[in-house]
């Protein structure tokens, strides 16, 4: 906005001397617009939102005296056809001050989608991504390194909010599985039932327990689709 400082940015005493009625006003955002200002509601539909929208000025500064007459000026370079209602509605001059908000950190937790018993392994399929204010600090869960498995503390309701647990996201196995081992030869394909001997990442080998008895090292290719 190539507007001369002099015209807008004057001092308060100055404004005082010309008995010229300042009101304060706190904004969060740098472009200052009409509606943040003061209120178009005099103005019929759709007029009164278009009034709203015209843009003042960019506060650069923590503070700025928009005067009566950079006002009006503003409003009549942008819509002419406002320039008598502005002339009997804008009465006063603007001392502005500029208080951006803190941005607020981006935060990550988990929403469980299932119930989940005391003791269970958590498994990703039971838990969606959710955006939180803050992480819980209550303590859901307890790493089990011998079982390379992260199990409940405490019972876990559907929709509970929690931290992120170590693993999440990522296809595991866990000892108990039931799994199907599927092995081609040509146009022969054969699958046997097993269960897991241990636990396991996808594309990691993994003991498991055919149904009739063999044990066998095999990998693991994740769950079935």
Known sequence: MAIAAANMLLSLAALAAEEIPV?????????????????????PQPM??????????????????VTRSFLLQRIRSQAPQLAEWSENHV??????????????????????????????????????LSDCEKVPQERFFRYRPAERAVRSRRPILAGTILPRFAGYGVVHAYAGDRMTLIASVGHVRIERQAHA?????????????TDDGDVLSVPYAGAAQ
Do not use: K
């Open 23 to 43: 009101h304060r006003i706190e904004v969060a955002h740098s472009l200052v617009r009409l509606g943040d200002l003061m209120e178009t509601s005099s103005l």
């Open 48 to 65: 009164r939102d278009r009034a709203a929208r015209i843009e003042i000025v960019r506060v650069h500064a923590a503070s700025l005296i």
């Open 91 to 128: 009465r006063r001059s603007f001392a502005v001050s500029y208080r951006p908000l803190a941005p607020r950190a981006h935060v990550t937790c988990l929403r469980a989608l299932n119930d989940v018993e005391e003791g269970d392994v958590l498994r990703s399929e039971d838990f969606a």
């Open 197 to 209: 001997l241990q636990s396991a990442r996808q594309d990691e080998r993994i003991f498991v327990r």
